[in-house]
């Protein structure tokens, strides 16, 4: 699966911002997606994941309750809607995705297909 992302850039603190993740290929709906991020140093931070038929979701705590992430599968599209921001949401966000249970996507960064980072930046 290639993974495609876009949204993001420049909000003000307490504003809101997207960003979607579009796949190719038929068989989207066999993964489980999310979204990773990256401030500054080299590693990237769980943020989101969806499960293949949206049923199960889960958020790294600071997040919890200010972002929701959807998935439109007749679209091929995951969505990370972020509200609420803060400056510490400032970063690179990637998303990815998996054949795996969704449960597992935080933990095997090294088995899941990437897209390219997309710029979210947070003023005070």
């Known amino acids: 699966v290639q993974l495609q992302a876009s949204g993001g850039g420049l909000a003000q603190a307490g504003g809101s911002l997207s960003v979607s993740c579009a796949a190719s290929?038929?068989?989207?709906?066999?993964?489980?997606v999310g979204w990773f991020r990256q401030a500054s140093g080299p590693e990237r931070e769980f943020v989101a994941v969806i499960s293949r038929n949206g049923d199960y979701t889960r958020y790294t705590d600071s997040v919890q309750g200010r972002f929701i992430i959807s998935r439109d599968s007749d679209k091929n599209t995951v969505t990370l809607q972020m509200n609420s921001l803060t400056p510490e949401d400032t970063a690179v966000y990637f998303c990815a995705a998996t054949p795996r249970d969704a449960r597992l996507f935080r933990d095997a960064r090294a088995d899941l297909f990437w897209g390219q980072g997309t710029q979210v930046t947070v003023s005070s």
């Open positions: 290929g038929r068989r989207f709906r066999n993964y489980a």
